[in-house]
Protein backbone atom coordinates (compact mmCIF):
# COMPACT_ATOMS: atom_id res chain seq x y z
CA UNK A 1 0.00 0.00 0.00
CA UNK A 2 1.44 3.75 -0.88
CA UNK A 3 2.89 5.69 1.64
CA UNK A 4 0.65 7.75 4.72
CA UNK A 5 1.27 11.38 4.32
CA UNK A 6 2.43 13.48 7.88
CA UNK A 7 0.11 16.44 7.43
CA UNK A 8 -2.95 14.13 8.91
CA UNK A 9 -3.17 11.61 12.02
CA UNK A 10 -2.70 8.49 10.53
CA UNK A 11 -6.00 6.75 10.78
CA UNK A 12 -7.48 9.26 8.62
CA UNK A 13 -5.18 8.89 6.09
CA UNK A 14 -5.54 4.76 6.32
CA UNK A 15 -9.47 5.84 6.21
CA UNK A 16 -8.73 7.33 2.51
CA UNK A 17 -7.28 4.21 1.78
CA UNK A 18 -9.81 2.04 2.52
CA UNK A 19 -12.69 4.35 0.77
CA UNK A 20 -10.69 4.15 -1.86
CA UNK A 21 -10.00 0.30 -1.91
CA UNK A 22 -14.14 0.26 -1.95
CA UNK A 23 -15.22 3.09 -4.05
CA UNK A 24 -13.23 1.26 -6.63
CA UNK A 25 -14.97 -2.23 -6.16
CA UNK A 26 -11.84 -3.95 -4.87
CA UNK A 27 -14.50 -4.62 -1.94
CA UNK A 28 -17.85 -4.97 -3.53
CA UNK A 29 -21.48 -4.23 -1.93
CA UNK A 30 -21.99 -6.60 0.93
CA UNK A 31 -18.58 -8.23 1.22
CA UNK A 32 -16.65 -8.53 4.47
CA UNK A 33 -13.61 -6.91 4.70
CA UNK A 34 -10.29 -8.46 5.87
CA UNK A 35 -10.00 -8.89 10.00
CA UNK A 36 -8.69 -5.46 11.59
CA UNK A 37 -5.61 -7.93 12.44
CA UNK A 38 -5.11 -8.42 8.87
CA UNK A 39 -5.31 -5.05 7.50
CA UNK A 40 -2.97 -3.57 10.44
CA UNK A 41 -0.54 -6.15 8.88
CA UNK A 42 -1.05 -4.81 4.94
CA UNK A 43 -0.82 -1.29 6.13
CA UNK A 44 2.15 -1.98 8.63
CA UNK A 45 0.11 0.17 11.16
CA UNK A 46 -1.72 -0.77 14.79
CA UNK A 47 -5.11 -2.25 15.47
CA UNK A 48 -5.95 0.54 17.16
CA UNK A 49 -5.13 2.80 13.92
CA UNK A 50 -7.47 0.23 11.94
CA UNK A 51 -10.09 0.28 14.50
CA UNK A 52 -10.40 4.48 14.18
CA UNK A 53 -10.40 4.06 10.14
CA UNK A 54 -13.07 1.76 10.33
CA UNK A 55 -15.06 3.74 12.63
CA UNK A 56 -15.01 6.62 10.55
CA UNK A 57 -16.43 4.71 7.55
CA UNK A 58 -18.90 3.54 10.12
CA UNK A 59 -19.96 6.70 10.97
CA UNK A 60 -20.15 7.31 6.94
CA UNK A 61 -22.28 4.52 6.63
CA UNK A 62 -19.60 3.50 4.08
CA UNK A 63 -19.37 0.25 6.22
CA UNK A 64 -21.08 -1.47 8.79
CA UNK A 65 -20.53 -4.17 11.52
CA UNK A 66 -21.76 -7.49 12.57
CA UNK A 67 -21.20 -8.40 15.89
CA UNK A 68 -19.56 -11.52 15.85
CA UNK A 69 -19.47 -11.35 12.31
CA UNK A 70 -17.00 -8.89 11.23
CA UNK A 71 -17.62 -5.45 8.78
CA UNK A 72 -19.15 -5.49 5.75
CA UNK A 73 -19.88 -2.85 2.99
CA UNK A 74 -22.78 -0.96 3.25
CA UNK A 75 -25.55 -1.55 0.69
CA UNK A 76 -26.79 2.05 1.41
CA UNK A 77 -24.85 3.53 -1.17
CA UNK A 78 -27.81 5.03 -3.27
CA UNK A 79 -27.55 1.92 -5.64
CA UNK A 80 -30.27 -0.52 -6.18
CA UNK A 81 -29.66 -3.99 -4.70
CA UNK A 82 -28.70 -6.56 -6.82
CA UNK A 83 -31.29 -9.21 -8.13
CA UNK A 84 -28.80 -12.27 -9.17
CA UNK A 85 -30.08 -15.07 -11.14
CA UNK A 86 -29.21 -18.50 -10.35
CA UNK A 87 -29.18 -21.51 -12.71
CA UNK A 88 -28.07 -25.10 -11.48
CA UNK A 89 -29.05 -28.57 -12.84
CA UNK A 90 -30.48 -29.95 -10.03
CA UNK A 91 -32.72 -28.58 -6.90
CA UNK A 92 -32.19 -31.68 -5.04
CA UNK A 93 -28.48 -33.29 -5.20
CA UNK A 94 -25.02 -31.57 -5.36
CA UNK A 95 -26.37 -28.11 -5.98
CA UNK A 96 -28.39 -26.79 -2.84
CA UNK A 97 -25.47 -27.06 -0.95
CA UNK A 98 -23.56 -24.21 -3.23
CA UNK A 99 -27.15 -22.07 -3.45
CA UNK A 100 -26.68 -22.21 0.40
CA UNK A 101 -23.43 -20.11 -0.16
CA UNK A 102 -24.51 -18.04 -2.70
CA UNK A 103 -27.48 -17.00 -0.42
CA UNK A 104 -25.07 -16.64 2.16
CA UNK A 105 -23.43 -13.99 0.60
CA UNK A 106 -25.95 -12.35 -1.56
CA UNK A 107 -27.90 -12.37 1.83
CA UNK A 108 -25.40 -10.00 3.58
CA UNK A 109 -25.22 -8.04 0.45
CA UNK A 110 -28.88 -7.11 0.60
CA UNK A 111 -28.84 -8.25 -3.12
CA UNK A 112 -32.51 -10.54 -4.07
CA UNK A 113 -31.95 -13.76 -5.69
CA UNK A 114 -33.95 -16.32 -8.03
CA UNK A 115 -33.03 -19.86 -8.29
CA UNK A 116 -33.96 -22.01 -10.95
CA UNK A 117 -33.28 -25.55 -12.07
CA UNK A 118 -32.76 -26.46 -15.64
CA UNK A 119 -32.98 -30.92 -14.83
CA UNK A 120 -29.83 -30.77 -17.51
CA UNK A 121 -32.23 -29.95 -19.89
CA UNK A 122 -30.82 -27.66 -22.48
CA UNK A 123 -34.09 -26.22 -24.09
CA UNK A 124 -34.98 -25.67 -20.33
CA UNK A 125 -31.37 -24.02 -19.54
CA UNK A 126 -32.32 -21.40 -22.11
CA UNK A 127 -35.86 -20.56 -21.55
CA UNK A 128 -34.39 -19.90 -17.49
CA UNK A 129 -31.86 -17.61 -18.96
CA UNK A 130 -34.02 -15.54 -20.93
CA UNK A 131 -36.70 -15.36 -18.15
CA UNK A 132 -34.32 -14.12 -15.75
CA UNK A 133 -32.98 -11.11 -18.21
CA UNK A 134 -36.84 -10.33 -18.79
CA UNK A 135 -37.27 -9.62 -15.04
CA UNK A 136 -34.64 -7.67 -14.66
CA UNK A 137 -31.72 -9.56 -13.30
CA UNK A 138 -28.12 -7.55 -12.89
CA UNK A 139 -26.26 -10.43 -13.21
CA UNK A 140 -26.01 -14.46 -13.60
CA UNK A 141 -24.58 -17.62 -11.53
CA UNK A 142 -25.09 -20.26 -14.18
CA UNK A 143 -23.86 -24.18 -14.01
CA UNK A 144 -24.57 -25.11 -17.75
CA UNK A 145 -25.33 -28.09 -19.60
CA UNK A 146 -21.87 -28.11 -21.71
CA UNK A 147 -21.71 -32.40 -21.69
CA UNK A 148 -24.82 -32.23 -23.17
CA UNK A 149 -25.20 -29.92 -25.82
CA UNK A 150 -22.89 -28.22 -27.92
CA UNK A 151 -20.17 -25.67 -25.50
CA UNK A 152 -19.02 -23.82 -28.32
CA UNK A 153 -22.71 -22.09 -28.93
CA UNK A 154 -24.22 -21.56 -25.20
CA UNK A 155 -20.62 -20.48 -24.09
CA UNK A 156 -20.86 -17.70 -27.09
CA UNK A 157 -24.78 -17.16 -26.07
CA UNK A 158 -23.02 -16.32 -22.24
CA UNK A 159 -19.92 -14.26 -23.58
CA UNK A 160 -23.24 -12.24 -25.35
CA UNK A 161 -25.06 -11.22 -22.33
CA UNK A 162 -25.56 -8.02 -21.19
CA UNK A 163 -25.20 -8.92 -17.79
CA UNK A 164 -21.74 -10.21 -16.22
CA UNK A 165 -22.13 -13.83 -15.75
CA UNK A 166 -20.33 -16.23 -13.46
CA UNK A 167 -19.84 -20.28 -14.31
CA UNK A 168 -20.08 -22.21 -11.12
CA UNK A 169 -18.57 -26.23 -11.54
CA UNK A 170 -18.16 -25.63 -15.06
CA UNK A 171 -14.61 -23.80 -17.07
CA UNK A 172 -14.86 -23.42 -20.42
CA UNK A 173 -12.71 -25.85 -21.85
CA UNK A 174 -10.68 -25.44 -25.95
CA UNK A 175 -11.54 -22.14 -25.58
CA UNK A 176 -8.67 -19.02 -25.78
CA UNK A 177 -6.79 -18.17 -22.93
CA UNK A 178 -7.58 -14.44 -23.38
CA UNK A 179 -11.76 -15.88 -22.86
CA UNK A 180 -13.83 -13.50 -20.62
CA UNK A 181 -15.89 -15.83 -18.75
CA UNK A 182 -15.35 -15.82 -15.14
CA UNK A 183 -15.53 -19.56 -13.30
CA UNK A 184 -15.46 -21.06 -9.80
CA UNK A 185 -14.95 -24.86 -9.98
CA UNK A 186 -14.05 -27.52 -8.02
CA UNK A 187 -10.41 -28.73 -9.21
CA UNK A 188 -11.92 -32.21 -10.53
CA UNK A 189 -8.50 -33.56 -11.44
CA UNK A 190 -7.28 -32.95 -8.06
CA UNK A 191 -10.10 -35.02 -6.67
CA UNK A 192 -9.76 -37.80 -8.73
CA UNK A 193 -5.66 -37.50 -7.79
CA UNK A 194 -6.23 -37.15 -3.63
CA UNK A 195 -8.61 -40.07 -3.41
CA UNK A 196 -5.74 -42.63 -5.26
CA UNK A 197 -3.11 -40.98 -2.86
CA UNK A 198 -5.55 -41.56 0.56
CA UNK A 199 -5.48 -45.18 -0.93
CA UNK A 200 -2.10 -45.54 -1.42
CA UNK A 201 -1.55 -44.17 2.24
CA UNK A 202 -3.83 -46.83 3.82
CA UNK A 203 -1.36 -49.06 2.09
CA UNK A 204 -3.60 -50.32 -0.98
CA UNK A 205 -1.95 -51.10 -4.03
CA UNK A 206 -4.05 -52.91 -6.45
CA UNK A 207 -6.61 -50.00 -6.67
CA UNK A 208 -9.59 -49.98 -9.43
CA UNK A 209 -11.60 -47.09 -11.08
CA UNK A 210 -15.25 -47.42 -11.07
CA UNK A 211 -17.45 -44.44 -12.77
CA UNK A 212 -19.85 -42.90 -14.78
CA UNK A 213 -18.75 -41.41 -18.87
CA UNK A 214 -21.99 -39.37 -18.78
CA UNK A 215 -21.52 -36.36 -16.63
CA UNK A 216 -19.57 -33.27 -16.03
CA UNK A 217 -16.90 -34.09 -14.26
CA UNK A 218 -15.79 -37.76 -15.14
CA UNK A 219 -12.98 -37.30 -17.27
CA UNK A 220 -11.39 -34.85 -15.10
CA UNK A 221 -11.72 -37.17 -11.95
CA UNK A 222 -10.61 -40.07 -14.51
CA UNK A 223 -7.72 -37.74 -15.57
CA UNK A 224 -6.84 -37.54 -11.78
CA UNK A 225 -6.55 -41.57 -10.89
CA UNK A 226 -4.68 -41.80 -13.74
CA UNK A 227 -2.28 -39.14 -13.53
CA UNK A 228 -1.87 -40.70 -8.96
CA UNK A 229 -1.64 -44.35 -10.98
CA UNK A 230 1.22 -43.03 -12.73
CA UNK A 231 3.02 -40.68 -10.47
CA UNK A 232 2.42 -43.22 -7.27
CA UNK A 233 4.34 -46.07 -9.34
CA UNK A 234 1.21 -48.60 -8.33
CA UNK A 235 0.52 -51.50 -10.04
CA UNK A 236 -1.40 -50.36 -13.18
CA UNK A 237 -4.23 -52.78 -13.97
CA UNK A 238 -6.02 -51.24 -17.24
CA UNK A 239 -9.26 -54.13 -16.46
CA UNK A 240 -9.59 -53.20 -12.76
CA UNK A 241 -11.19 -49.52 -14.36
CA UNK A 242 -14.26 -49.19 -15.90
CA UNK A 243 -16.84 -46.42 -17.10
CA UNK A 244 -20.23 -46.43 -18.24
CA UNK A 245 -22.89 -44.56 -19.05
CA UNK A 246 -24.87 -45.97 -16.55
CA UNK A 247 -24.54 -48.80 -14.16
CA UNK A 248 -26.84 -51.76 -13.37
CA UNK A 249 -27.05 -54.56 -11.23
CA UNK A 250 -25.74 -56.84 -14.00
CA UNK A 251 -22.66 -54.47 -14.46
CA UNK A 252 -22.11 -53.93 -10.74
CA UNK A 253 -21.99 -57.88 -10.36
CA UNK A 254 -19.37 -57.46 -12.98
CA UNK A 255 -16.83 -55.36 -11.68
CA UNK A 256 -17.70 -57.09 -8.43
CA UNK A 257 -16.13 -60.12 -9.72
CA UNK A 258 -12.82 -58.33 -11.38
CA UNK A 259 -12.53 -56.74 -8.35
CA UNK A 260 -12.31 -60.62 -6.72
CA UNK A 261 -9.89 -62.44 -9.60
CA UNK A 262 -7.74 -59.57 -9.45
CA UNK A 263 -7.71 -58.99 -5.57
CA UNK A 264 -8.10 -55.66 -5.99
CA UNK A 265 -7.60 -53.69 -2.76
CA UNK A 266 -8.93 -50.78 -3.59
CA UNK A 267 -11.78 -48.86 -5.50
CA UNK A 268 -12.18 -45.40 -6.27
CA UNK A 269 -15.79 -44.60 -7.60
CA UNK A 270 -17.43 -41.83 -9.43
CA UNK A 271 -20.30 -41.48 -7.33
CA UNK A 272 -21.29 -42.22 -4.40
CA UNK A 273 -24.50 -44.07 -5.94
CA UNK A 274 -22.32 -46.14 -7.96
CA UNK A 275 -20.04 -46.73 -4.46
CA UNK A 276 -23.06 -47.47 -2.03
CA UNK A 277 -24.56 -50.05 -5.28
CA UNK A 278 -21.17 -51.97 -5.27
CA UNK A 279 -21.31 -52.68 -1.65
CA UNK A 280 -23.69 -55.18 -1.72
CA UNK A 281 -21.85 -57.08 -4.55
CA UNK A 282 -18.51 -56.74 -3.28
CA UNK A 283 -20.10 -58.96 0.02
CA UNK A 284 -21.73 -61.38 -1.99
CA UNK A 285 -18.04 -62.13 -3.71
CA UNK A 286 -16.90 -62.54 -0.15
CA UNK A 287 -14.98 -59.11 -0.01
CA UNK A 288 -15.47 -56.94 2.94
CA UNK A 289 -15.15 -53.71 3.31
CA UNK A 290 -12.98 -52.13 4.19
CA UNK A 291 -10.77 -55.22 5.46
CA UNK A 292 -10.06 -56.46 1.52
CA UNK A 293 -11.16 -53.83 -0.85
CA UNK A 294 -11.12 -49.79 0.80
CA UNK A 295 -13.64 -47.29 -1.15
CA UNK A 296 -13.66 -44.05 -1.82
CA UNK A 297 -16.51 -42.32 -3.37
CA UNK A 298 -16.89 -38.97 -5.14
CA UNK A 299 -19.38 -36.33 -4.44
CA UNK A 300 -20.19 -36.98 -0.69
CA UNK A 301 -23.65 -36.47 -0.80
CA UNK A 302 -24.59 -39.89 0.68
CA UNK A 303 -21.65 -41.65 1.18
CA UNK A 304 -22.15 -40.80 4.82
CA UNK A 305 -25.49 -42.78 4.68
CA UNK A 306 -24.06 -45.78 3.18
CA UNK A 307 -23.98 -49.18 4.95
CA UNK A 308 -20.56 -49.19 5.53
CA UNK A 309 -19.98 -45.12 5.62
CA UNK A 310 -17.93 -43.79 2.55
CA UNK A 311 -14.78 -42.25 2.60
CA UNK A 312 -15.39 -39.80 -0.12
CA UNK A 313 -13.68 -36.79 -1.98
CA UNK A 314 -15.58 -34.03 -0.62
CA UNK A 315 -16.13 -30.70 -3.19
CA UNK A 316 -15.84 -26.97 -0.86
CA UNK A 317 -19.80 -26.61 -2.20
CA UNK A 318 -20.79 -23.95 -0.35
CA UNK A 319 -17.20 -22.74 -0.62
CA UNK A 320 -17.42 -22.15 -4.16
CA UNK A 321 -21.23 -20.84 -4.04
CA UNK A 322 -19.62 -17.94 -1.31
CA UNK A 323 -16.72 -17.32 -4.06
CA UNK A 324 -19.01 -17.30 -7.11
CA UNK A 325 -21.20 -14.63 -5.67
CA UNK A 326 -18.98 -12.33 -4.25
CA UNK A 327 -16.88 -12.62 -7.53
CA UNK A 328 -20.69 -11.62 -9.35
CA UNK A 329 -21.44 -8.88 -7.18
CA UNK A 330 -17.51 -7.60 -7.03
CA UNK A 331 -18.42 -7.48 -10.72
CA UNK A 332 -21.67 -5.84 -10.70
CA UNK A 333 -20.38 -3.10 -8.50
CA UNK A 334 -17.78 -2.09 -11.11
CA UNK A 335 -18.74 0.12 -14.05
CA UNK A 336 -16.34 -1.52 -16.35
CA UNK A 337 -17.20 -5.59 -14.67
CA UNK A 338 -13.68 -5.85 -13.44
CA UNK A 339 -10.80 -8.39 -14.78
CA UNK A 340 -12.43 -12.31 -15.71
CA UNK A 341 -11.75 -14.34 -12.55
CA UNK A 342 -10.78 -18.30 -12.73
CA UNK A 343 -10.97 -20.07 -9.13
CA UNK A 344 -9.83 -24.06 -8.97
CA UNK A 345 -11.34 -24.69 -5.40
CA UNK A 346 -9.09 -27.93 -3.98
CA UNK A 347 -11.96 -31.04 -2.39
CA UNK A 348 -10.59 -32.47 0.62
CA UNK A 349 -10.93 -36.25 1.55
CA UNK A 350 -13.99 -36.82 3.88
CA UNK A 351 -12.29 -40.59 6.12
CA UNK A 352 -15.02 -43.07 7.03
CA UNK A 353 -15.15 -46.78 7.62
CA UNK A 354 -14.69 -47.63 3.97
CA UNK A 355 -10.88 -46.93 4.15
CA UNK A 356 -10.56 -46.85 7.98
CA UNK A 357 -9.42 -50.69 8.23
CA UNK A 358 -9.03 -51.55 11.78
CA UNK A 359 -5.76 -53.93 11.47
CA UNK A 360 -2.18 -52.78 10.14
CA UNK A 361 -1.04 -52.76 6.83
CA UNK A 362 2.42 -53.06 5.67
CA UNK A 363 2.91 -49.92 4.38
CA UNK A 364 5.46 -50.56 0.55
CA UNK A 365 7.60 -47.30 0.28
CA UNK A 366 6.49 -44.78 -2.65
CA UNK A 367 8.76 -43.57 -5.58
CA UNK A 368 9.32 -40.16 -5.39
CA UNK A 369 6.35 -38.24 -7.03
CA UNK A 370 7.78 -36.20 -9.97
CA UNK A 371 7.31 -32.38 -10.03
CA UNK A 372 6.26 -31.02 -13.17
CA UNK A 373 8.97 -28.80 -15.15
Given at each position: ????????????????????????????????????????????????????????????????????????????????????????????????????????????????????????????????????????????????????????????????????????????????????????????????????????????????????????????????????????????????????????????????????????????????????????????????????????????????????????????????????????????????????????VQPTVRVRASTAS????????????PIAS
Amino acid sequence: MGAFPKTQPLFVSLAQQLRTRITTGEWSTGERLPTEAALAATHAVGVNTVRRAVGMLVEEGIVVRRQGSGTYVSTQDGRPPAVIGVIVPSHGYYFPTVVGGITEVTAAAGATVQVESSEYDDALEIRHIRALLTAGCTGLLITPTLHLTDPSARLDLLRALPIPVVLMERVPRDSPPDDTLSAVCTDVVAGGYAAVRHLVGQGRRRIGFLGRRDTATADAAWLGFCRAVADLAIADLPRASARRDAWSTASLADYAETAHSLHLDGVVCLGDREAVALLPHLHRKGLTVPDDVALVAYDDEEAADAVVPLTAVSPAKREIGRLAASTLLRRIARSDGGAPVRMMVQPTVRVRASTASPGPRVVQPLAPTPIAS
